[in-house]
């Protein structure tokens, strides 16, 4: 095998939640550790980065009518999408921002004949960026590495440039629900590399991708929560939580929904039951939408209910979320990305999927989403359909924490969504690399 110590590659960073995903999963440091990494990245980004980084603009999109046509694009990429897959206008909380006579335009280009001379349009019109084209030529590296993050234009066109050069691509996805809402690729890199099996199956069906270009690693957001955490007590401790109980993380959403009439309801649920043992962490989204409520809710009133605050800046950091994972036993929420991570530490979820009658955003659409009908059909996930079955599921729920092999099976079943082994993310990150782009096969 040839070593890959002197190849060249192009890691693009187009937002903060990259940043922090590729350090704190060690991924960026085992690419420099083994290769000539160059790190681009948006001048937008705020995170501190590593010292050789290059922030760049982009040429093509300096003026706003430039701006607006590739916001156009991208809603025309989500559209075709929809139409494919009968997916009506209100089934996406994008869509929705846009206005009735938007919406008209873009189902009308999405017909098979004006789809395509769209499509053509946009490939010509964005074919490259000045400024990536020549960052790319002075370096000339092997590879390029973007993520797969939602409606990202600015890895889209290094993306698109690296196609113009005949290089070779390689796309990392950052989303759970990038192939079911979100991801829209207006050019096609060489190679995606996905979650887990679930992913994989969503790219190659709904997505047309070649199964023999995309390729499971896992997510580097989660590698935090697969190294050493601390143990029940210790993390209990270090967040002020009664020791002798066993807590659920109930997370709140971003998109508008009242959560706090169920999360009432789950409290005067174990109340009735006389659960002194059960407690629940209720963490509101740290950028959660204005939202209507059914009733005033105070959450911090709440009979054996704890409240986080997300939006103290230190409660935010890798370190605090494997505390607050490792000191609960299951989460209860809208299906929020936070059951992976308390499932990969072996708790159950009971997940949220109605509607709650105030909101213009319906959480009963969300069992029909292609990222999420795997989970209905797993031991660990209860899903509740219906406001009246809060009772029920959360009582099966209960019982499951009886199963002194519940954790164990959580743990196996997860792994169909967000892969992990032996190895560390950024370990199989490199190996599937070296693999598929830097190594010779003669």
Known sequence: MESCAKKRIVVVIPSDPTVRALLSSGALSELEANCDVTLIASPEVKERLPEKAVRLSLASLRSS???????????????????????????????????????????????????????????????????????????????????????????????????????????????????????NLRVKPSKIYVWGLDMLDTAVTLNGVPSDEVRIVGAPQ?????????????????????????????????????????????????????????????RPHPRSWERQYLEPVDPSRLWNVVVDDAKNPGRQSDDYYKTLVAAVDGSISPFSTMILEVGLCGGPALCLGFSDEVNAWDFSQVTGLEHIRPLLERGWVIPCTRRGDIADCLDNLLSKLEDAGLSGKVREEVRNTVFNDTCTYAERLFLAVEEDFLTSHS
């Open 65 to 183: 009518a430039n701006r607006r046509l590739d916001r156009l694009f991208w809603f025309h990429a989500l559209y075709i999408y929809m139409r494919q897959h009968r997916i009506r206008d209100e089934d996406s909380f994008k869509v929705s921002s846009l206005s009735w006579f938007m919406r008209r335009v873009h189902q009308a280009l999405a017909w098979p004949g004006l789809r395509q001379l769209v499509e053509f349009v946009d490939g010509a019109y964005f074919r490259f960026d000045a400024e990536v084209l020549r960052a790319l030529q002075r370096v000339q590296p092997e590879l390029l590495i973007v993520p797969g993050w939602a409606m990202d234009t600015y890895s889209h066109m290094f993306l698109r440039t690296a196609h113009l050069l005949g290089l070779p691509s390689l796309m990392v996805i950052s989303h759970w629900d990038y192939f079911t809402k979100k991801g």
């Open 222 to 282: 989660f590698q935090k929560y697969l190294s050493a955490v601390p143990n029940k007590v210790e993390a209990k401790t270090a967040l002020g939580l009664d020791v002798h109980k066993r807590w659920f993380l109930f997370p709140g959403a971003g998109l508008p929904y009242d959560e706090l009439t169920t999360l009432k309801a789950i409290s005067e649920r174990l109340r009735a039951l006389g659960r002194e043992d059960i407690g629940i962490v209720y």
